[in-house]
């Protein structure tokens, strides 16, 4: 089993309801434990402003799945919530599923960058990440709690 950490992001129909339906279906996921939920957090858009605040959190999974099955298992997460691949890049969405770490692993495929590029610059992820894992340490030795120091709360608002 590879301990595997998830951010999860809606800003449309009800975001706070999509990251509890996420939080669903990630609990009945296939050879998979869900083992710990960040609190939801209200973020202010990242990239265009003209368009809802977020919701986010970060989920802690125990999971025996291959990482690009992992991906495959959280698009079709994203697709039975909604989401429809546009190309507008930034925009709008009713469920974002992103594989932020897997185990200790770097991962460069077409389909899969691990660790998430978005992970060492963006409020939403660090914080709520670090709330499950004080202790963080990435592929790279940095710690989570450096690259925090960094990092803007830019409004971040734990909603629970
Ligand atoms: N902004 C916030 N606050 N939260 C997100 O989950 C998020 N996801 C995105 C973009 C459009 C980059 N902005 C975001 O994909």
Not at 25 to 42: D, G, H, I, P, R
Not at 50 to 56: S, T
Not at 96 to 114: G, H, K, S
Request: overall charge negative; charged content about 20%; aromatic content about 6%.
């Amino acid at each position: 089993m590879n301990t595997v950490y998830i951010g999860l992001g809606a800003n449309l129909n009800d975001p706070t309801a999509q990251l509890h339906r996420a939080v669903d279906a990630l609990n009945t996921l296939a050879n998979s434990q869900l083992n710990a939920v960040s609190k939801f957090y209200a973020s202010k858009p990242m990239g265009p402003q003209d368009q809802p605040d977020y919701v986010n959190a970060v989920a802690r999974l125990e999971t025996s799945l291959a990482p690009e099955a992992l991906l495959d298992a959280l698009q079709k997460i994203e697709l039975e919530q909604g989401r429809q691949r546009k190309d507008e890049r930034w925009g709008a969405r009713t469920l974002d599923l992103d594989i932020l770490l897997f185990a200790n692993e770097i991962i460069n495929t077409p389909r899969l960058v691990v660790p998430h590029y978005g992970l060492c610059q963006r409020e939403f992820v660090v914080y709520p990440l670090l709330e499950l894992e004080p202790e963080l340490t990435l592929p790279d030795g940095r710690t989570l709690q450096s690259i925090s120091k960094d990092v803007a709360l830019n409004n971040l608002i734990p909603l629970n």
